[in-house]
């Protein structure tokens, strides 16, 4: 087996009122936020699914399924914990992420900062191993009609040697 393993990850949630914006931890001040069973933070789900594909582990709706009443409102991050327990304790450790977010609206540049600072906390991280990026769909699709937002993520995973 390599040493090494990747992992992608996708989610997009529909964009509603009175629901908070966030992502990647971070709550953002936006009219609208993201549906879903839990935070529906699209970010840190990409990322879980990453980190949970690249060991062939499946996907979150696995572990935190929508009909289960103990995720409803979870907080994503720490979710994000469980799966980077998880992972750890396959013998794996995160190497880096790179991610996008895709939102035509509200404009995330100003706090991919504090996402990223906030992810890597969680994951105990540097921040540099934290890669995010925001663009838009060019009112395109949901995204760009701005209905939703999606995340794609892409884990790097190293083996630990004992």
């Known amino acids: 087996m390599y040493p090494i393993r990747i992992g992608n990850g996708y989610d997009i949630h529909r964009l509603v009122p009175d629901r908070p914006l966030i992502l990647g931890g971070i709550t953002i001040p936006y009219p609208l936020g993201l549906l879903g069973h839990s ?95 925001a663009t838009t769909n060019e009112k395109l699709g949901p995204e760009g009609r701005e209905e939703g937002i999606s995340a794609h993520a892409v884990v790097l995973l190293a083996a630990v040697h004992s």
């Open 39 to 133: 935070d529906a933070d699209v970010l840190t789900h990409a990322i879980m699914d990453a980190m949970l594909g690249a060991l062939s582990l499946g996907d979150i709706g696995h572990y935190f399924p929508p009909s289960d009443p103990q995720w409803a409102g979870a907080d994503s991050l720490e979710l994000l914990e469980q799966v980077h327990q998880l992972v750890n304790a396959q013998g794996w450790q995160i190497g880096n992420i790179d991610s996008v977010v895709v939102a035509e609206q509200p404009k995330l540049k100003p706090h991919i900062p504090a996402m990223r600072d906030r992810l890597a906390q969680v994951l105990r991280l540097h921040p540099h191993q934290v890669g995010i990026k």
